[in-house]
């Protein structure tokens, strides 16, 4: 994940705290979702960035999962997110993201 | 009768350049916390002979066509090609010591120095190359000692030791230090290898040619014109091109599809006969994602300096170049909106519906080419991969194909990436090379080019831009 963007995570959970918030991720692939995912629940693992060895345990989902799609407009949904839930490997990222999401870190 | 353009002969080329991957954006920025990590990185570079039969090396330079690199298992650095050769049918590799060589002949204000025994190295390998420009001059090592201990610069390394030295051109000016100006000499000299070789193989005179356009990142210039350009006419210069003046076309990664359509524009509308499209290595990319190859025991990958150059030229000479067709251009307009679907409308659709055709009469498309070997550890994906599976979910959305096709769909029309992640140069044109072969052998008809750029990294534009070609054979 960016370091610019784990930067902002902290910042925004330093500032504003951890209530209320929810991550969305919109990675095409399992791989880079998973670790999006593991950086704002357990700490950012490549130790590289300002969430390393920060645990904020951010529910964090995916713009691919039923319960975020259910909350969208369809249309909308199908314009931005359409081609991607076609192309992606929906179930491998739902898992990996979840894993991270529900793990007992 | 209008010139029908074509792209006559391509060329690409690698410097190994372990010495430099310290000076990358992303190692410099780290080693500021951590004074162990250039010493630490050199322990992950790989020599020579490996960087040299590295797969997808092979590929980009032309030894191993993309699709047989599908067939050899991953980790590539670890499947070493077995007949691998540092010169190809339509690129080549070089040693570090010849790119220095390189960087030392296109030194014009005297900012390089390096070692006699580094200067005699570079001259072996570079027989030929250096008649153009002279002699490439060594300096005493006590010499090089010296300006390292008066500093006002950067050393430059190379096995093991402390063998050169660049310096800072203006102490006051943020556009000159030492680091902007390796970067940019890096860029020049690895680009004045790609079009010195492209000439001397299509056989055209570098007094033949009219026109450069240079497609690479780099912001060559002073504190009043960070980016003044042009980066082309200095690297034309150096290939002889004494006829020629030129320019630089700047959009991000996407730029060198922009260069081509712009270069295929001069020569059908008669303005110039023959334009030499051209791109250097991007010093700062070097070593990149190094954290991530680290952590999971790959070497560090982002080794080599990429360069490439193009010839644009009239497609009538009965040759085997591949034509440009112009009445195909892809563009993503402004108005157009950044969904991956309005992209692909724009890019891919738009342009082939104008001429009655589907995404299915494409025979292969050259998407953003990054080795997914250098991208997958550090989170960022197979970009390649992501964008043929789009491609085939459009065909599925337009009907085209059905849902279970897509695989075949994506084996068959796309290639595994293969070119290093310095920005432009993946930007699906290393296939062009390829795609010339495989015309010429007639196993191709028809090859889409689509490169995007991410123009909000400059921070003027939420933006994403796209441009897209269609190339042919030219026929007779």
Redesign the interface.
Known sequence: ?DLEDQANVNRLAETSGTDGMVVLLG???A??AG??AETVTRGDP?W?GPLAGVPLGLPVYHVLEPEIKAQMDGDLYD??V???E???DVDEIIKWVAFYREGDS | MIPQPAVLHTSYALAHAPGLVRYGSKPVREAEGDPSLPARLDGALRPWGEVMAYPPNQVFIGNLAPDGLSSIPRPWYENRMEAARPDGPFGRMVTQAALYGLMKLCDDFDLLAIDERLAEQARAELTGFGHRRGRIGGAAADRIEALIEEGGGLPLYHEGRAAGFIRTAHRQDDSLTARVLLENLAAKATAALAVSDLLERSGLAAERVDYLINCGEEAVGDRYQRGGGSLSKAVGEVAGCVNATGSDVKAFCAAPVHALLAAGAMVASGLYEHVVVLGGGSQAKLGMKFGAHLRSGAPVMEDCLASMAFLVGPGEGGGDGMRIRLDLAGKHPIGAGSSARAVYEALVVEPLERAGLGMTDIDRYAVELHNPEITVPGGSGDVPRTNYRTLAAMAVLRGEIQKEDMDRFTAERGMPGFAPTQGHIPAGVPYLGHAQRAMRLGELERAMVVAKGSLFLGRMTQLVDGVSFVVEPAGP
């Open positions: 994940m990675q095409p692939d791989n880079s670790l999006f490549t590289a314009e931005h359409g081609l991607m076609l192309s992606a």
